[in-house]
């Protein structure tokens, strides 16, 4: 099973880096075919080995309340309040891709690892496909190496992996603390093979100019600083926070030489300015009108608007991946998407304080990388890197449980052997202090 998640991480980089069409009937490409040949075997091994248990139930059944909603909304809007033109087979083979395929990459990715070296083997191939997207990206856009894979847009802005640039940005950050874990964690030649892959990661999303994706970054440094100060002394914090600091301005030096007007009018002037429309890049603008009709209808603060509505009613797309769950879904499926978000956080996050230091180095980078996509996508609308972020829950969630189950393996043979231990030596001690009746009798004497 490992293999074909590998092979499954392989196929979806591949593609989306070289922009490969992979279609093989309308919504089905290979890409699914490969997830949903993952799905029936996982089927089958329960089936016949008949060791399916649910595990994170909630997490589970919050996916279940979001997939189940959305389609009952869809034959409404489609049949019942039937807004104009809404085709109903598009819009169910939209949430067939952006709600149950994304289940089914979290549920393959979180069932199909059975023990913890399974799930640090497929979280680090997740980890160096990001690496290898990322380095096509830097050296196609920059010239070392032409490749014509990537765009650059005429604002001077860089398109990788992902396509637009907000998502690829979203896709960078949600991976980049796991290289800057191995980094640290790492000795001799991998740790620096691991610190040029996070310096080549950072160098993409400067290209992009993403400022939604690094105020996500910067939001999950100080909040995830914050849930792990236990594990962070205040000398680890000045050190961290000078590499840190260190890192980004050689990247930043390196890259000023090629893209030094990018940075300097859509980040830097982009950011501080005093327009509010310049500075989120005209979002206001869309989500005046959203919350507009939301209030205008009390009734869709609850229950939304029903799903693919936004697309028909206003624009094709919100710029927030919020926003857009609570305009279609309502407050249901916004609290059940984030739900899902904070569940998982909270378990790595538990799971840290039992786990051995290279699989919490892992967790925390997890955590500190999800943040920063929750960060992100305030600003964006997701579709590309969903599958690798559901993928790397997946087998994270499965990362910590496995660790969970060592943990209480060698607790429970530590109490045994104690347990053992303790009666051989009180009747060591017994039988010094308390002579058997037999003998002291005098009965049974030789």
């Known amino acids: 099973m490992r293999i074909l998640l590998w092979f499954i991480v392989f196929v979806l980089i591949t593609a989306d880096t070289f922009s490969l069409e992979l279609g093989l009937a309308p919504g089905l490409s290979a890409k699914n075919a490969l997830l949903y040949l993952a799905a029936v075997f996982l089927a089958g091994r329960f089936i016949i080995t008949r060791t399916f248990k649910v595990q994170l139930g909630g997490v589970h059944a919050a996916f279940l309340i979001l997939v189940t909603y959305a389609v009952i909304t869809l034959f409404v809007a489609a049949y019942g309040i039937a807004y104009p033109r809404y085709k109903f087979l598009e819009s169910a083979m939209f949430l067939k891709g952006n709600l149950v395929d994304h289940y089914l990459f979290f549920a393959v990715f979180f069932f199909g690892p059975r023990t913890r070296d399974e799930a640090l083997s497929v979280i680090k191939a997740l980890i160096v496909a990001a690496c290898a997207a990322n380095f096509i990206t830097v050296v196609d856009a920059s010239g070392l190496i032409h490749l014509g894979v990537t ?3 005429q604002d001077g802005r860089v398109q990788g992996a992902m396509g637009e ?3 690829y940005g979203a896709y960078i950050i949600a991976f980049l603390p796991a290289m800057l874990a191995y980094a640290i964690s790492g000795r001799g030649a991998m ?4 610190l040029l892959a996070a310096m080549i990661s950072l160098a993409a999303l400067l290209m992009t100019a993403s400022r939604g994706a690094m105020v996500g970054l910067i939001f999950s440094a100080v909040w995830g600083a914050y849930l792990f100060r236990r594990y962070l002394s205040p000398e680890k914090v000045i050190i961290w926070g000078l590499s840190a600091f260190v890192l980004i301005s050689v990247v930043v030096a390196m890259l000023s030489l090629q893209f030094g007007d990018l940075l300097k009018e859509h980040v830097l002037q982009g950011t501080f300015t005093n327009n509010a429309t310049e500075a989120s890049s ?8 959203a919350f507009s009709l939301l209030m205008s209808h009390p009734w869709a603060l609850i229950t939304g608007f029903c799903w693919d509505a936004y697309a028909h009613l206003l624009t094709s797309v919100t710029h927030n991946h919020y926003l857009d769950l609570w305009f279609n879904l309502g407050l249901i499926g916004l609290f059940a998407f984030l739900f899902i978000l904070i569940r998982v956080c909270i378990f790595a996050r538990s799971t840290c304080e039992i786990a051995t230091p290279a699989v919490r180095a892992q967790l925390i980078a997890f955590v500190f990388g999800l943040i920063a996509v929750a960060g992100a996508i305030f600003f964006v609308n997701l579709y590309s890197p969903w599958p690798y972020i559901w993928a790397y829950i997946g087998a994270t969630m499965r990362l910590a449980i496995e660790e969970r ?7 429970s043979s530590a109490i045994r052997q104690a347990r053992e231990a303790t009666p051989a030596a009180g009747v060591r001690r017994g039988a010094v202090r308390k002579p058997s009746p037999a003998l002291s009798s005098g009965r049974g004497q030789f």
């Not at 740790?191 to 691991?194: D, G, I």
């Not at 005209?282 to 009108?289: K, S, V």
């Not at 189950?405 to 607790?411: F, I, L, R, V």
């Open 191 to 194: 740790r620096a093979v691991w």
């Open 151 to 153: 765009e650059v847009g």
């Open 165 to 167: 640039q907000n998502q």
């Open 405 to 411: 189950s060592a943990s209480a393996a060698s607790q």
């Open 282 to 289: 005209g979002r206001t603008e869309l989500w005046g009108p």
